[in-house]
C-alpha cells in the first residue's frame, strides 16, 4: 500500500512539473502563435525519420558503452541501462544543472544493486570519453577548415600572435576582407 502511494505521489509529481513547464512555454508564446504554427507548416518533416533512427543509434551506442565500462563491476542487464540512461537523459531535458547525469546512476543502483559510487564513476568516465571525441572533432574541423581561417585548398593566413590575440583584433578577420565567414568555410568542409 505504501509503495502504490509513493508511485501515485511521483506520478502526480512528475504531472504537476510537466503542467508548470507546458504554462510557462505557452506563456512565453503569448502572441507568437501565428509564428509557431507558420514554422510548423514550413518544417521539412521528411527529415524527422533519419533524425529519430540516428537518435535511436546513439542511444544503443551510449547504453553499450556504459555497459562495457560496468562490466568490471557487474554485468548489467540491457534493459535496466538503457531505462537508466532513458530517465537520466530525460531529466537533463527538464531539471536544471545536469541532474541526470545523477539520476541515471541512481535508478541503475536502485535496479541492479550497483554501488551509486561506482555507477557515478562510470558516468563520469563516459563524459572524459565524451570529450575525448568532441576534442577529435575539433581537430577534424581545424584541419579541413585550417586553423587560420582558410578553407582546405586555401593558402593559410599568416598568423604573427596566438588564436587569442588574432581574435581580438577584428578588423584584420578574413571576413572584414570580404571573405566567406568562417562558419561558411566549416560547413563548405
Known amino acids: 500500500m505504501r ?3 509513493k508511485q501515485l505521489v511521483l506520478i502526480v509529481l512528475g504531472l504537476l512539473i510537466s503542467a508548470l513547464a507546458i504554462a ?3 506563456g512565453h508564446l503569448s502572441g507568437d502563435w501565428d509564428e509557431v504554427v507558420d514554422t510548423f507548416r514550413r518544417a521539412r518533416y521528411v527529415y524527422v525519420v533519419p533524425g529519430v533512427a540516428l537518435l535511436v543509434l546513439l542511444y544503443w551506442f551510449r547504453i ?3 555497459r562495457l565500462f560496468l562490466r568490471p563491476i557487474k554485468d548489467v542487464n540491457r534493459f535496466s541501462a538503457a531505462s537508466a540512461t532513458c530517465i537520466g537523459f530525460m531529466s537533463n531535458n ?3 544543472a545536469r541532474l541526470g547525469e545523477l539520476i541515471r546512476p541512481y ?3 536502485r535496479r541492479e544493486q550497483v554501488g551509486f559510487g561506482h555507477a557515478l564513476a562510470t558516468v563520469g568516465l563516459a563524459r572524459v570519453f565524451d570529450l575525448i571525441g568532441l576534442a577529435i572533432l ?3 574541423t581545424w584541419m579541413l577548415v585550417g586553423i587560420g581561417g582558410a578553407a582546405v585548398g586555401e ?3 599568416p598568423q604573427e600572435a596566438s588564436g587569442a590575440a ?3 583584433d577584428s578588423a584584420d578577420t578574413p571576413e572584414a576582407e570580404g571573405e566567406p565567414p568562417l562558419i561558411e568555410k566549416i560547413w563548405a568542409a
Open 24 to 26: 510557462f512555454f505557452v
Open 166 to 168: 588574432v581574435l581580438a
Open 138 to 140: 575539433l581537430l577534424i
Open 107 to 109: 535508478v541503475l543502483c
Open 3 to 5: 509503495q502504490r502511494f
Open 94 to 96: 527538464v531539471l536544471p
Open 64 to 66: 553499450e558503452r556504459w
Open 155 to 157: 593558402a593559410p593566413v
